[in-house]
């Protein structure tokens, strides 16, 4: 039976990810930060980690990757990843009217994700971050002013603590895609995917350069960010996802005339995609 960690705590987007990937027969373990889930795996208390790495509307979980990025010489790679629908509730204390909330609790994501029908429906509310859409609940269960605060989060939690939950619409699609994180590499599926980071020497053209020899070995670049490297002022690492194994020729072709070009390169892992 797999031990898994994962940001939690329980009934959170990312604990509904891990669910859905590993089952109900394995053990799960939360933690409170990305950080700690990393740990967990690299200190072999857990077998895989799941965290989330990207949205569909607010972009890149920047403490991930920033996890990548501060500990380039962890053994942690990727090894799966898990895309799912985000549906967002205003959870309210039963009797609660929209036109009483002059504050709402969640995760800087939710909020995010929610701003557009926040600032619509409740424009004067005051936005609060919490670590989790959970502990955002937990919290508005201790107000004792319960008519004035709310918490952006899943049904489930309202339904755990018999609070209300009122659907917050969103014409868009809304999608986060989670990493399976775990030691030594990941079996290799039909369609993969592989993710890598690199820095680049300082010279003009040198990211469009770093880049032809995927163009030349027709491979389908499906995501690129970058992050400072928080060492050097405008200094970047960039973060790529490719379509394509590490193993395969054309893959390892690109990758080695990358790497002449490049300060440091790091394969974060080859992975089967979502969809097989």
Same mark, same amino acid.
């Given at each position: 039976?797999?031990?898994?960690?994962?940001?939690?705590?329980?009934?959170?987007?990312?604990?509904?990810?891990?669910?859905?990937?590993?089952?109900?027969? %394995?053990?799960? @373990?939360?933690?409170? /930060?990305?950080?700690?889930?990393?740990?967990?795996?690299? #200190?072999? =208390?857990?077998?895989?980690? @799941?965290?989330?790495?990207?949205?569909?509307?607010?972009? &890149?979980?920047?403490? /991930?990757?920033?996890?990548?990025?501060?500990?380039?010489?962890?053994?942690?790679?990727?090894?799966?990843?898990?895309?799912?629908?985000? *549906? *967002?509730?205003?959870?309210?204390?039963?009797?609660?009217?929209?036109?009483?909330?002059?504050? @709402?609790?969640?995760?800087?994501? %939710?909020?995010?994700?929610?701003?557009?029908?926040?600032?619509?429906?409740?424009?004067?509310?005051?936005?609060?971050?919490?670590?989790? +859409?959970?502990?955002? @609940?937990?919290?508005?269960?201790?107000?004792?002013?319960?008519?004035?605060?709310?918490?952006?989060?899943?049904?489930?939690?309202?339904?755990?603590?018999?609070?209300?939950?009122?659907?917050?619409?969103?014409?868009?699609?809304?999608?986060?895609?989670?990493?399976?994180?775990?030691?030594?590499?990941?079996?290799?599926? /039909?369609?993969?995917?592989?993710?890598?980071?690199?820095?680049?020497?300082?010279?003009?053209? &040198?990211?469009?350069?770093?880049?032809?020899?995927?163009?030349? =070995?027709?491979?389908?670049? +499906?995501?690129?960010?970058?992050?400072?490297?928080?060492?050097?002022?405008?200094?970047?690492?960039?973060?790529?996802?490719?379509?394509?194994?590490?193993?395969?020729?054309?893959?390892?072709?690109?990758?080695?005339?990358? =790497?002449?070009?490049?300060?440091?390169? #790091?394969?974060?892992?080859?992975?089967?995609?979502?969809? /097989?």
């Amino acid at each position: 039976m797999p031990t898994i960690a994962y940001l939690g705590p329980e009934q959170t987007n990312t604990h509904v990810a891990a669910l859905t990937r590993f089952g109900r027969r %394995a053990t799960y @373990v939360h933690a409170p /930060t990305v950080e700690d889930v990393f740990r967990l795996v690299e #200190r072999e =208390e857990a077998d895989s980690g @799941v965290v989330p790495i990207e949205n569909s509307l607010e972009g &890149a979980v920047t403490h /991930t990757l920033d996890r990548f990025l501060n500990f380039k010489q962890s053994p942690v790679t990727i090894h799966g990843e898990v895309e799912q629908l985000i *549906h *967002h509730c205003l959870i309210v204390h039963p009797g609660t009217k929209l036109d009483q909330i002059n504050a @709402v609790w969640s995760h800087p994501q %939710a909020l995010a994700q929610c701003s557009r029908w926040l600032n619509q429906s409740l424009p004067y509310a005051t936005r609060r971050e919490t670590n989790s +859409t959970a502990d955002a @609940v937990g919290s508005l269960l201790h107000d004792k002013n319960t008519t004035r605060r709310a918490a952006i989060g899943r049904k489930e939690l309202a339904r755990e603590h018999q609070l209300r939950a009122i659907p917050i619409p969103d014409h868009r699609e809304n999608k986060t895609r989670f990493l399976i994180v775990a030691l030594g590499a990941a079996k290799r599926g /039909t369609c993969n995917k592989t993710a890598i980071l690199f820095s680049l020497k300082d010279r003009p053209g &040198a990211l469009y350069d770093a880049l032809m020899p995927f163009k030349k =070995e027709k491979i389908n670049l +499906t995501k690129i960010e970058s992050r400072p490297s928080k060492q050097k002022a405008w200094e970047y690492y960039f973060f790529i996802d490719l379509e394509g194994h590490e193993s395969e020729p054309r893959v390892r072709r690109a990758l080695k005339a990358l =790497e002449r070009s490049t300060l440091l390169l #790091r394969i974060l892992g080859s992975y089967p995609m979502s969809n /097989t």
